[in-house]
């Protein structure tokens, strides 16, 4: 069996469980709405001029959250990387603050940059850094020392070392964490979103809950949800493409 035929019946399976528990009464009435009361809400999200006016807000946050984030943790990650005692020194502070759910840092934010939209992107900032500076720096330790070893011998600076040495080398570390540094920033952005904000889709699916229009909700989220896996898989296209191009990559 192909691996798209398992997705498709692992669809499948978890639609009709949904539609089995949605219709069985088990749960408070509208907890879990039928599909096709998700459906009409979604065609409906589709139609509506507000949702893509949320939906720019929340693009706009996210794509300069994760761009901060991104190069901040590209930076951080190849100092720590590239200077051992620098790396070493830092990690146990970097690996318990990735771990820590970064929503408990909004109350900072909100009294460092207000609670407009600098907040938002200082939180998708935030999100997307760790990913990217550990994966960085794993990738880092992970080259060959030649690499090394060769920009030294030419008397490169720092910044010729990061941009014509370690970078081009690095790119599998990197894609693997824009993709999982764009999936955390949009996750920060939503929350702070959620918390205050007045636009936004996270805002939307905020109002919606409020007001107890579930199937509403559902069909925001799944709209999140297409647009984060349609991304991912641009993202991962893109870095097969790349890599298929690229002569180095190809067996000899």
């Known amino acids: ?21 949605a219709r069985s009464g088990w749960l408070y009435q509208d907890v879990v709405p039928p599909l096709e009361k998700i459906a009409v809400a979604f065609g409906r999200l589709l139609v509506d001029p507000a949702t893509y006016r949320h939906l720019a807000v929340t693009s706009a946050e996210v794509v300069a959250g994760f761009a901060l984030g991104f190069a901040a943790g590209t930076a951080f990650g190849l100092a720590a990387g590239a200077r051992r005692f620098f790396g070493d020194a830092s990690a146990p502070w970097v690996d318990g603050l990735a771990t820590a759910p970064k929503i408990i840092f909004l109350p900072i934010v909100m009294l460092l940059v207000g609670t407009g939209v600098p907040s938002k992107i200082a939180l998708g900032a935030l999100s997307a850094f760790f990913p990217v500076a550990i994966n960085t720096a794993a990738g880092v330790r992970q080259l060959n020392p030649v690499f090394a070893r060769v920009g030294r011998s030419f008397s490169l600076s720092n910044w010729k070392m990061a941009t014509r040495v370690y970078l081009p080398a690095l790119r599998a570390s990197l894609v693997t964490g824009t993709r999982l540094g764009f999936g955390l920033a949009v996750i920060g952005v939503l929350l702070a979103e959620i918390k205050l904000s007045n636009a936004g889709l996270g805002f939307l699916a905020n109002e919606h809950y409020s007001n107890y229009r579930v199937a509403d909700l559902y069909a925001v989220l799944l709209l999140v949800f297409a647009l984060a896996v349609g991304l991912n898989g641009l993202l991962g296209r893109l870095a097969r493409e790349r890599k298929g191009a690229d002569p180095r990559e190809r067996p000899r």
Request: proline share 0%; aromatic share 4%.
């Open 1 to 21: 069996m192909s691996v798209t035929a398992i997705r498709l019946l692992t669809l499948a399976a978890i639609l009709a469980l949904w539609e089995l528990v």
